[in-house]
């Protein structure tokens, strides 16, 4: 397994060295550490990197967050703040680039570490999440539970509750899936059997078996689905009305 690759951009060259020196301690591999804007992009481009560590304040005009800014327009890869300033004007500057992790010198090794595995950690399960998003087929998605990620078939759902900031997905099997997302988010990914019939609810149409006047049944299931006004006429346009 190779080891984890990081840029270290620091322009006081006894912290820099210091800083790298600390890294391969803690078994990373670390480039020559580059002092100014110019360096860092060169080694950004030319090198396949895993992490940059960066300080904020370099000499000359451009600084830790305009580079921050280039790797997110030309690379993906995540990358950790480093200041000796950490009033509310600078915390602002850096939020707005969101960087992986902040770090205030002068830091500890520990913190070091921590900082890093957890900004390589988020940062490889949102690019798996992403990656899942895009593969989802046109006849089920992916979704995660408990660290894993479940291909569920869209005929296998039997409708969708809005809680909070969660959605629950019910199955036919019986089983619940509790998902931290939104329903209009969830709603863009699943195909046109399903449909909201209330800001809280959307059902698979597929077992839709009773529409009653404020309210419709899914087969298999004792609970009575609410309708909201403005989607009953869509229920109704999508019935095969007899």
């Not at 690759?5 to 322009?11: A, F, N, P, Q, W």
């Amino acid at each position: 397994m190779s080891k984890i690759k990081i840029l270290v951009v620091e322009d006081e060259i006894i912290i820099a060295d210091h800083l790298c020196d600390t890294l391969e301690e803690l078994g990373y591999e670390v480039l020559e550490p580059a002092i100014n804007y110019t360096e860092a992009l060169i080694l950004i481009q030319q090198e396949n990197l895993d992490l940059a560590i960066l300080d904020i304040q370099l000499s000359g005009k451009k600084t830790g967050l305009d580079i921050a800014k280039e790797i997110q327009k030309t690379k993906n890869f995540p990358f950790i703040f480093l200041t000796s300033n950490a009033d509310s004007g600078t915390v602002e500057l850096a939020k707005k680039v969101k960087p992986a992790a902040f770090l205030v010198k002068p830091f500890t090794k520990k913190e070091l570490f921590t900082s890093i595995e957890i900004a390589l950690s988020n940062f490889n399960e949102q690019k798996i999440e992403k990656e899942l998003e895009t593969t989802n087929s046109k006849d089920a998605i992916f979704i995660k539970d408990k660290g894993v990620f479940l291909k569920v078939r869209f005929d296998e759902i039997l409708y969708i509750k809005s809680d909070h900031v969660y959605i629950e997905i019910f199955l036919k099997n019986g089983n619940k899936y509790l998902v931290r997302n939104s329903l209009k988010e969830v709603l863009k990914t699943l195909n046109d059997t399903f449909l909201q019939v209330h800001r809280g609810y959307v059902i698979n149409t597929m077992y839709l078996s009773q529409v009653n006047r404020f309210s419709v049944n899914i087969e298999g299931e004792a609970e009575n689905i609410p309708v909201g006004k403005k989607h009953k006429e869509d229920l109704l346009r999508k019935l095969k009305l007899l």
